[in-house]
């Protein structure tokens, strides 16, 4: 059993920054993948970002303005934020996939005002 916790949300001004991380229990050198999602009041939890061992892939929203990344030696996953927008206000979540098995945190809060 994996588990991660998610850290640095927060309510930061639109165009302000911020920095999301993962923590995991356990080595994320064999995961598959790890990845943030988000989820807005009264819509589905979209994914945000994710990186495996040889890429990155973001949603359009982010690209160009958020960043994934890792530090094995650490077993973190970090997400940066910048040029935050009122739309990005949600609850992020840090996953990770180890076919077959998927986890999740409790996630984190992120305010941004206008």
């Known amino acids: 059993q994996l588990q991660l916790v998610e850290s640095g949300g927060g309510l930061v001004q639109a165009g302000g920054s911020l920095r999301l991380s993962c923590a995991a229990s356990?080595?994320?050198?064999?995961?598959?993948?790890m990845a943030w999602y988000r989820q807005a009041p009264g819509k589905q939890r979209e994914l945000v970002a994710v990186?495996?061992?040889?890429?990155?892939k973001y949603a359009d929203s982010v690209k160009g303005r958020f960043t994934i990344s890792r530090d094995i030696a650490k077993n973190t996953v970090y997400l940066q934020m910048n040029s935050l927008k009122p739309e990005d206000t949600a609850v992020y979540y840090c996953?990770?996939?180890?076919?077959?098995?998927?986890?999740w945190g409790q996630g984190t809060q992120v305010t941004v005002s206008s």
């Open positions: 356990g080595s994320i050198f064999s995961l598959n993948a």
């Open positions: 996953r990770a996939e180890r076919v077959p098995f998927t986890y």
């Open positions: 990186i495996s061992a040889d890429s990155t």
